[in-house]
């Protein structure tokens, strides 16, 4: 054991032996070679040296068309070279140059068989890509054999501070800092590439688009002749593109698939696209069919799938796009395109059927369409070799706003690089209205009619003009020129149309022209209530159609002026519609100066004769007169007075200056005396008010006070079913929280110590009280209280007096108001309650009673002084009737019969009564007004001589005359004063 193990360690020393001497012969000869090429370097770079090594470079070129320059070319360190500038040309074109260039080898791999490589250079650029001839067919080549040469693997490593393509190779140039890595590794039989490309610093101006980071992976096969493409990966931070693939070179056949995964298409594509972009394509060829494949596409749009695909193919020069399917939103796409490339020829067809614009709306927001849509596009191609599609549409509305509406046209491609077309017809329809264009566009030849016929605008959803109706008569349009200096003259009618088809419609008639780098217009009205209506304005720009230029700026002057005479009726029904009537005579002369950003219109505006009256809320007033002086940043209010029927007058005045567009410098004031503002069946209002509007922290501020001088709230006489709701309309809330409104801050005053009544449902009192309104307009917040000074509460023949009535506002409207009221009345052994609370809209209306009983004891008192148990059977009637009301669920006359009530609505009779039945006293007796002022009654018993008649006459609302006379003979008269306290 011992010698077996001293001999395994004899042989160990002997192989390290081996080894040692081994690597000093390796590094011994090395070192040889180094000096002995050191040696070499220095004399190339002597001058023998370097035009021997012009000569070689020379001698290499000779048989190509290309020729090389080098300056200051030497070697450096063991094994490196150097060039200060390199020229690659083509005959007397320069293709590519680059500055800088080092290249070195690693002398420490090539024992193993390794070459190392780093090249580097601060510049390169190609100017343009050198011209080849096509090559004629070689016979195949594979199988290869190559020689030994002696490397196995090959490592290149390449550094580019500045690589540059040239604006004649991509459109706007190419700049960026590249970095390559390539690895070739050879075998018996074939070599394997791994490479990578990184790009940084992109200068370009699709830079999104191209790829930062590229990875390859590939072999080819020297038995076969089968180059491989097993990965290519390029990246960018909105993408991801994979493909591989496979390519006999002698057969010239071959396979391939990708993938191009969109991780962000609305930065790549479009902002409506919120969802990854998956794409897969494939593409092979074979002799008999050409080049076939298919391309998909698909995503999620409103969490909705939606795809599109494709299959293609190349043969004999034709391009077939055939099985187009595609779906999104409830949208289809179908139809096939051929491209005949020699013959310059197109044919296909597209269709596109829209089951719902809904869907579509939810991804891209409002669209000017519902309903269904069709559209169809033919593609053809004349004798002529020209393109012309045909496209017909059409969209079937769903809303009654707008009207179906359809295109036609058809348009002939005369150059698809430089946009030439030849329109031959294009015309949309709306209803009886169309607007159509013809002609020819091409860079140096426009001349385009456009035409215009009984165009209702309102009616066009894209203009969503529906608010304001216009029209065009008569309009038409000359494009002229060329695309650099288009020239346009057109002559256009606006009218304003209204329901009154007895009155012409005012209009106003334009010319627009452009021309000699200005746009011009000039406007004259015409029509019922334009009396003189003139203006003009223009503007220098350049505008171009190719390259496509609008050179509008914020600097942009203005110079104009208009001045006229109308009648606000017929605009105003136009504008305003039915709910508002408005006249008056306006007169206007203003210039305009400024920028077409920020215009300056200087002037004044005078209204005279003006009427207004709002049908909603009966607000009518006459005598409106106004003087307005307006300038550069402010419009100053001189006066602004109005009257109301019964002479009472408002007037305003102040001062809105323009610091800020958008929020206005505001410094207003509105006096009103004995001002008629609310006029209607159940509220009727004479206010006086003092009020400021002005602006305040970003907002405005309206404050001051409101103090009536009468106001009369009307309830309904009587409640026939139940206690009725009081409808309160609550505003929308989007409405409500608009910003403006939001804007405004109130702090208003409402102040009354009296002559606020209210009258209805047998209540007739009078408050009194103060308000504090503060919040925004959009949410007043109003707190206070509103207090009953005196007042009487009446029903089923009893007076009840007051004995509290409270209107309590506690913060927004709804819920506030809130109600508290009692009123009371002696009914016979009791007193009996009536008691009216909670919120306005939502009434509570409850009995109670000293002593205390039940509710329908305390009624049965009420009507008929008596208790429950013993009143009549018709009695008893009302009282189920009355409770009925009271418990909210009214008179219906399938649930309770009541023949006193049927009797009087079948008679007209306002009041009918039966008293006594079953005794010997039982009497009818039947009232009926005649006027407002006065009531006659008639009664009549079972007894002879026992009828009677009596009238009642309201001489004023204190003071009554009273007759009645019976058939006994009896009569009497009597003058009666009431006072209420």
């Not at 076939?292 to 190349?314: D, I, K, V, Y």
């Not at 669209?367 to 053809?380: D, K, W, Y």
């Not at 006459?953 to 005359?961: A, D, Y």
């Amino acid at each position: 054991m011992i010698k077996g193990i001293k001999l395994f360690k004899s042989l160990n020393m002997t192989l390290l032996r081996w080894i040692a001497g081994l690597t000093s012969f390796g590094l011994a000869l090395c070192l040889i070679l180094a000096i002995g090429t050191q040696g070499f370097a220095i004399w190339l770079n002597t001058s023998n040296g370097s035009q021997w090594i012009s000569k070689q470079i020379e001698l290499a070129l000779r048989d190509t068309p290309y020729q090389v320059k080098i300056k200051t070319f030497k070697f450096s360190g063991l094994i490196g070279l150097k060039a200060q500038e390199f020229a690659l040309f083509q005959g007397s074109h320069e293709i590519l140059t680059a500055d800088n260039i080092s290249l070195s080898i690693n002398i420490f791999p090539l024992v193993m068989r390794h070459a190392n490589i780093d090249i580097s250079a601060d510049m390169v650029s190609i100017s343009e890509i050198p011209d080849t001839e096509p090559s004629s067919k070689t016979k195949n080549i594979f199988p290869l054999i190559l020689s030994d040469l002696y490397f196995n693997k090959a490592h290149i490593d390449i550094n580019i501070d500045q690589f540059s393509l040239s604006d004649a190779i991509i459109a706007g140039g190419f700049t960026t800092q590249a970095h390559l890595k390539q690895t070739f590794t050879l075998q018996k039989n074939s070599v394997k590439l791994i490479g990578l490309i990184n790009l940084d610093n992109i200068i370009f101006q699709k830079a999104d688009l191209v790829p930062k980071t590229t990875t390859f992976e590939g072999s080819l096969d020297f038995n076969t002749g089968q180059a491989l493409l097993s990965k290519l990966t390029a990246e960018q931070d909105s993408y991801t593109f994979d493909a591989k693939g496979s390519y006999f070179i002698d057969q010239g056949q071959f396979e391939s698939s990708a993938q191009w995964m969109i991780h962000n298409p609305a930065f790549l594509l479009h902002p409506t696209f919120q969802n990854p972009f998956d794409i897969k394509a494939t593409l092979k060829n074979n002799t008999q069919e050409g080049l076939l494949g298919t391309l998909e596409a698909e995503t999620l749009l409103n969490h909705t799938p939606a795809s599109l695909e494709t299959s293609l193919q190349w043969h004999d020069n034709i391009l077939s796009l055939s099985k187009i399917k595609g779906h999104a939103l409830e949208t289809l796409l179908s139809g096939h395109i051929n491209i005949h490339k020699e013959q310059k020829q197109i044919d296909g067809t597209i269709n596109i059927d829209v089951q719902t614009f809904n869907s579509l709306k939810a991804v891209v927001g409002d669209l000017p369409f519902s309903g269904e849509g069709h559209a169809e596009i033919a593609l053809t191609t004349e004798n002529s070799n020209i393109p012309t599609f045909s496209i017909k549409a059409h969209v079937s509305e769903e809303s009654s706003e707008f009207i179906p509406y359809s295109l036609l046209g058809k348009i002939r491609i005369l150059d698809f690089k430089n946009f030439a077309v030849d329109v031959q017809t294009l015309e949309a329809k709306f209803e009886d209205g169309t607007i159509s264009a013809q002609g020819t566009l091409t860079p140096e030849i426009l001349d385009i009619k456009i035409l215009a016929k009984t165009l209702d605008l309102s009616k066009i959803p894209a203009l969503n003009l529906s608010a304001v109706p216009i029209s065009i008569p008569k309009g038409e349009g000359h494009l002229t020129g060329s695309m650099a200096t288009p020239i346009l003259n057109s002559d256009i009618t606006w009218a304003f149309f209204h329901d009154k088809a007895s009155r012409t419609s005012p209009s106003i008639s334009t010319q627009i022209s452009y021309e000699n780098e200005k746009i011009k217009l000039h406007l004259k009205g015409k029509g019922e209530g334009v009396q003189t209506l003139t203006g003009n304005l223009s503007f220098p720009t350049k505008i171009t159609l190719k390259p496509f230029t609008l050179d509008i700026s914020d600097k942009t002057p203005l110079q104009g002026a208009v001045e006229g005479q109308i009648n606000l009726m017929p605009f105003a029904e136009t504008i305003l519609g039915q709910q508002y009537d408005i006249k008056g005579d306006l007169g206007t002369h203003a210039k305009i100066t400024g920028t077409l950003y920020s215009p300056i219109i200087e002037g004044t505006a005078s209204l005279k004769k003006g009427y207004f009256y709002d049908t909603k809320s009966n607000l009518n007033l006459f005598n409106i007169e106004g003087d307005i002086i307006f300038d550069q940043n402010s419009i100053h209010i001189k006066s602004l007075t109005a009257e109301d029927e019964d002479h009472g007058n408002m007037a305003a005045k102040g001062l809105i200056a323009f610091k800020e567009t958008q929020t206005p410098d505001i410094n207003m004031s509105l006096d009103l005396k004995s001002m008629q503002l609310f006029q209607g069946r159940y509220i009727n209002a004479d206010l006086d008010a003092h009020l400021n509007f002005m602006s305040a922290d970003k907002g405005y501020l309206i404050s001051g006070n409101i103090t009536p001088e009468s106001i009369l709230i009307s309830l309904p006489n009587r409640f026939d079913k139940a206690v009725p709701k009081l409808n309160i309309v609550e505003d929308d809330k989007a409405n409500t929280s608009h910003d403006l409104m939001q804007k405004i801050l109130l702090d208003v005053q409402f102040l009354s110590d009296n002559q606020i009544f209210v009258r209805g449902w047998g209540l007739d009192t009078e408050l009194q009280g103060n308000l504090d309104i503060t919040g925004s307009a959009a949410q007043p917040d109003i707190r206070g209280n509103l207090s009953s000074l005196r007042g009487r509460y009446e029903e089923f023949g009893k007076k009840f007096e007051i004995e509290h009535a409270h209107l309590r506002f506690q913060g927004a409207v709804p819920p506030s108001p809130y109600l508290d009221i009692e009123a009371q009345t002696q009914a016979g052994d009791i007193i009996a309650k009536m008691i009216i609370t909670g919120q306005i809209q939502n009434p509570k209306l409850t009995l109670s009673s000293i002593p205390f009983l039940p509710q329908d004891e305390i009624l049965s008192f009420i009507l008929f002084d008596r208790a429950a148990q013993k009143i009549t059977p018709f009695q008893a009637i009302q009282l189920a009737q009355a409770l009925r009301r009271f418990s909210g669920h009214g008179t219906d006359s399938n649930l309770l019969f009541d023949p006193l009530g049927t009797i009087r609505s079948i008679t007209g009779l306002d009041d009918l009564t039966v008293k006594g039945i079953g005794t010997d006293s039982t009497s009818i007796g039947a009232g009926k007004y005649i006027t407002d002022k006065v009531y006659v009654e008639i009664e009549q018993g079972n007894t002879t001589n026992s009828g009677a008649a009596n009238v009642e006459i309201e001489v004023t609302p204190s003071i009554s005359i009273e007759s009645k006379a019976g058939q006994n003979g009896s009569a009497g008269a009597g003058v009666f004063w009431e006072w209420e306290y």
